[in-house]
């Protein structure tokens, strides 16, 4: 039986995972249901993405009882209420990265989820693609060592649109592309918290930051080097370096499909290249068909009965809350909630 999705917020990012949704196996995954705080809006992505049922309000699709499980792709200020709302409701929800603005809020999202023993998750789809379910293999199996160094880019001229510049509504550069370098890193160091989060950067006027340079410290002198910007552009690579080799993750490394694996003990450098469907509509963003890797993930854990996925856990996604909340207070990059030190 198919999972029935509804989707909260009819803006780009969820038009990407609708078109994520439609490279899947339709037997297995359909939307029932699309909300957008304007009808006019919901009805225009239902009749683009062929959806039954157009809401113009949250709670509209918060109380349809023919829904399984809620996307939210919300601006990021409104991702706390909504998640609050849904889960109140005893909805399944996986909700788009930033899943708040700080720990305090997370905390709070991930204990209500436990209280309602639902399905939660905050959808970083990086971690479902081929390409990091190899890195994952390659390094949890010892290939080529152990992880000492790594080093990720995101530099992106995001600051055209107006809202990623707006304090109040979860703007600036670390929401929006630095966590995809950071998650990485964790991931790359088995999601453990690094003893020391150090940034340089610099803010903008409204006073959200626009880049920055994070470097995370690991016990047994292990490292990682991540450089984010909202106002450049770079190559967006990643090499991750263990003591007998190299992982490369070729650009865009928050949604790659090519990798290389470098063996120094006997020089043998071999790729990875992994081919990403064409969906019925086109996506606004980089390799966004591959949003279907979490969908169908999420389909399989909620089969299982599982509340989490053990690739995105409530535990990752407060430690990756508590890391961006250091890098944003380091650069001056304040919200109401956060825990700076006195």
């Given amino acids: 039986m198919a999972l029935r999705w509804g989707i909260c917020s009819a803006g780009k990012i969820s038009h990407d995972f609708a078109c994520g949704l439609s490279t899947l196996d339709s037997s297995l995954h359909t939307i029932g249901a699309v909300a957008a705080r304007s009808l006019e809006n919901a009805k225009e992505f239902a009749e683009l993405h062929k959806i039954p049922t157009a809401y113009g309000s949250y709670e509209e699709l918060a109380a349809d009882d023919n829904i399984d499980v809620i996307y939210i792709g919300s601006v990021n200020s409104a991702h706390r209420d909504l998640c609050l709302l849904f889960l109140n409701h005893n909805r399944n929800v996986i909700c788009e990265k930033p899943l708040s603005l700080n720990v305090k809020q997370a905390n709070e999202i991930i204990s209500l989820a436990k209280r309602k023993d639902v399905f939660f998750m905050e959808a970083v789809w990086s971690r479902f693609f081929p390409v990091y379910e190899k890195v994952r293999e390659i390094i949890s199996g010892g290939q080529i060592g152990e992880v000492k160094l790594m080093r990720a880019n995101f530099v992106e001229p995001i600051f055209r649109k107006g809202w990623r510049m707006k304090k109040e509504l979860g703007g600036g550069a670390a929401y929006d592309i630095g966590i995809y370098p950071l998650q990485l890193a964790l991931m790359a160091f088995n999601d453990e918290e690094p003893t020391s989060v150090t940034v340089s950067g610099h803010l903008m006027e409204g006073g959200v930051d626009e880049c ?39 650009s865009p490394c928050w949604c790659p499909t090519q990798m290389d694996v470098t063996n120094l003990e006997t020089g043998k450098t071999d790729n990875f290249h992994f081919t990403l469907p064409t969906p019925r509509v086109s996506p606004n963003f980089d390799n966004s068909e591959g949003l279907r890797y979490e969908a169908e993930a999420v389909r399989q854990a909620i089969k299982e009965g599982k509340k989490e996925h053990a690739l995105m856990s409530h535990k990752t996604s407060l430690l990756l809350a508590s890391t961006l909340e250091k890098v944003r207070n380091s650069l001056g990059y304040v919200v109401e909630g956060d825990s700076v030190p006195k």
């Fill in 212 to 250: 920055g340079n994070i470097t995370l410290l690991y016990p047994g002198n292990r490292m990682a080097a991540l450089l984010y910007s909202g106002l450049c552009t770079l190559t967006n690579d990643a090499e991750i370096a263990c003591t007998n080799g190299l992982i490369k993750i070729y």
